[in-house]
């Protein structure tokens, strides 16, 4: 049975009795802490906050059985954020022998670090109702449960998922004991998203917006800065191509029409944001749609309730939180096409 304790509890508790061990940093002495253990234990520790940089992890060396990391985390961006092999180098160094990199909405991998396997690890989707500690949850059944590490992480992801969906106790472990039940084969086949943090960035994301520098719309920087904050690599065609001025007369629009036109068949996906009914932007949604382009419209206003729109968009809503989701629901199977 796991067992959690605070600052006080750990002064007066003899930790010897405890194995696994499931470590979440924090304003304490972890190396004093994990010095109390019974040698050999079982240590997984949550570096996803409170570890800034390497040198805290070097400290623990041959004491970690398995790191668990974030990719908002301080050391993931500091170290890995454009290539992962610095991280997985440190782990190595240490003598960690599993790391569970959680990438949000993306899923996770799990990499062995003796024998150079990955795991990829799906995410389900879906309306969040307890965003507080899912991934707490994740790395506790990943930590503890007396599986192997694979097995381990897919049923940590399980629980996370339900984790998320709840704030009910009684309905939490319902749901967890239905999810356990599913034979670990058949939630490796459920399917879902997994999209690598490293590789959002070649699947390039094309902005059908009304991007304009005269125009104050604070609903698509806010929806550029949550996709780039997901890793991905937006073209805002407006900005990189140059934006005509409306008096411009017709013979002078021909550059901004090829340029954009090429960038567009350039990016994997389009998210469109068509407020104030932008007539540039809808046709590049149509666009998109006759070139078989993926279309995520995040419509805030509810302007654009049309059939054209609602129906050839991949996603249509006026949730960004959704609109996120079909982005990387659409990217993933964009990715995994590609690999197949």
């Known amino acids: 049975m796991a067992e959690v304790f605070c600052q006080h509890d750990l002064d007066k508790n003899d930790l010897k009795r405890f194995d696994p061990v499931v470590i979440f940093p924090g304003r304490y002495d972890l190396a004093a802490t994990i010095d109390r253990l019974e040698p050999g234990v079982r240590v997984t520790i949550d570096a996803a906050y409170d570890v800034e940089d390497a040198k805290f992890l070097q400290a623990l060396e041959g004491k970690i059985h398995s790191l668990v990391i974030s990719t908002s985390s301080s050391l993931f961006l500091n170290l890995a954020s454009s290539d992962i092999s610095p991280l997985l180098d440190l782990a190595k160094s240490i003598g960690v022998r599993q790391l569970l990199l959680k990438e949000n909405r993306g899923g996770s991998r799990l990499f062995d670090l003796a024998t150079g396997e990955v795991e990829h690890l799906t995410a389900t989707l879906g309306v969040t ?62 399917g879902g998203v997994t999209l690598p943090w490293h590789t959002r960035p070649s699947l390039e994301i094309y902005l059908a917006a009304p991007d304009f520098s005269y125009a104050n719309h604070r609903e698509i920087d806010f929806a550029v800065k949550a996709l780039e904050y997901h890793n991905f690599r937006v073209r805002r065609p407006v900005k990189e191509n140059g934006e005509a001025d409306p008096a411009s007369p017709i013979e002078t629009l021909s550059a901004f029409y090829f340029s954009d036109m090429q960038l567009l068949r350039d990016c994997a996906a389009v998210f469109a944001i068509p407020i104030d009914r932008d007539p540039g932007t809808l046709v590049e949604i149509g666009l998109a749609i006759e070139m078989g382009k993926p279309v995520i419209t995040f419509d805030p206003r509810n302007e654009n309730m049309n059939t054209m729109v609602v129906i050839g968009s991949t996603t249509y809503s006026a949730d960004l939180d959704l609109c996120l989701n079909g982005t990387f629901e659409a990217v993933s199977k964009l990715d995994q096409a590609a690999r197949t």
């Open 129 to 190: 109702a307890n965003s507080v500690g899912v991934g707490d949850a994740f790395t506790a059944v990943f930590g503890t449960l007396n599986a192997s590490p694979r097995d381990a992480a897919w049923r940590g992801m399980q629980v996370a998922t339900a984790y998320s969906q709840t704030t009910w106790p009684d309905d939490l472990q319902r749901d967890v004991e239905r999810e356990l039940r599913i034979p670990i084969d058949v939630v490796r086949s459920l």
